[in-house]
T-cell receptor, first 109, second 114 residues
């Protein structure tokens, strides 16, 4: 089975609210994770990454949290905007990228 | 800088026919990847090139899929003969590093096999 999975296939969030997308992984040796955003008709676009020597990393409006104890990571998007509508993937990179199934984020106006 | 270019954007073929996809990576990127993304799933690696050599093709169905990267720049992925289950988006990505960072994806080729 897949080593990287997502808890929910869809997520609807009110515009302006914060979004949280979760991801679980199974390989405790995994040490590098990347979040991607994929809009319709486009390839995955890098959002933010985190290595296992960190618990948290922040970017512009995005934060990734890594909990190695329970093998879980999350992507938080602050003040969600219509342009955030997309499918979000977490991926682990152990020499090659392994993607999960993805969560479709829908913004409610 | 220019992104990863792929063509065609869309292709519809009948089963048992052959098809080829083309990828032009970002200039200077030594590593090139082909991914298959079936509807509703995450991309799955098919093959990885480092310059013009194959690094990993363990998930490439070699009885029907082939890929080459002549001169370490452009790459072509071919399917012959196509099956219905090959319907997917084929994504090309490139990276300046062999390790694990710097992936840039193209917009993909959507293949429909009927």
């Amino acid at each position: 089975g897949e080593s990287v999975g997502l808890h929910l296939p869809t997520l609807s969030v009110q515009e302006g609210d914060n979004s949280i997308i979760n991801c679980a992984y199974s390989n405790s040796a995994s040490d590098y994770f990347i979040w991607y955003k994929q809009e319709s008709g486009k390839g995955p676009q890098f959002i933010i990454d985190i290595r296992s020597n960190m618990d948290k990393r922040q970017g512009q409006r995005v934060t990734v949290l890594l909990n190695k104890t329970v093998k879980h990571l999350s992507l938080q998007i602050a003040a969600t905007q219509p342009g955030d509508s997309a499918v979000y993937f977490c991926a682990e990179n152990n020499g090659k990228l392994t993607f999960g199934t993805g969560t479709r984020l829908t913004i409610i106006p | 800088e220019a992104g990863v270019a792929q063509s065609p954007r869309y292709k519809i073929i009948e089963k048992r026919q052959s098809v080829a996809f083309w990828c032009n990576p970002i200039s200077g990127h030594a590593t090139l990847y082909w991914y298959q993304q079936i509807l509703g799933q995450g991309p799955k690696l098919l093959i990885q090139f480092q310059n013009n050599g194959v690094v990993d093709d363990s998930q490439l169905p070699k009885d029907r899929f082939s890929a080459e990267r002549l001169k370490g720049v452009d790459s072509t992925l071919k399917i012959q003969p196509a099956k219905l289950e090959d319907s997917a988006v084929y994504l090309c990505a490139s990276s300046p590093y062999q390790d694990r960072s710097g992936y840039t994806f193209g917009s993909g080729t959507r293949l429909t096999v009927v």
